[in-house]
């Protein structure tokens, strides 16, 4: 839940400078505070020009991020489970 959180900081504050930015002009243009509906336009394309953004940022963060290289494995010894093995069928 951590990583999520910190995840969503980018998004949430571009989406919250549009929205104010958005709503600054609205109030410059109307001489008047958005009603709620125009506020929840406002916030939508807020919210949508910040995913604009983001949606590629993240796109490469991911890519990035699983082009680690894979870290050989070391041989898998297995003498230890055949001997484990011949002990059981000899015990019989």
């Given amino acids: 839940m951590r990583f999520h959180t910190h995840a969503q900081v980018p998004w949430n504050a ?3 400078l549009f929205f104010n930015s958005f ?3 609205y ?6 505070a958005p009603a709620a509906r125009d506020t ?8 949508l020009l910040a995913g604009i953004i983001m949606t590629p940022v993240d796109v490469v ?14 041989p898998i010894d297995l003498s ?5 093995g011949r002990g059981r069928t ?3």
């Fill in 14 to 16: 571009l989406s919250f």
């Fill in 23 to 25: 709503k600054m002009l």
């Fill in 27 to 32: 109030e410059s243009m109307r001489n008047a």
């Fill in 40 to 47: 929840m336009v406002l916030s939508a394309m807020g919210g």
């Fill in 61 to 74: 963060k991911t890519r990035l991020m699983l082009q680690v290289e894979p870290r050989p494995h070391p």
């Fill in 80 to 84: 230890a489970i055949c001997e484990c």
């Fill in 90 to 92: 000899h015990q019989r």
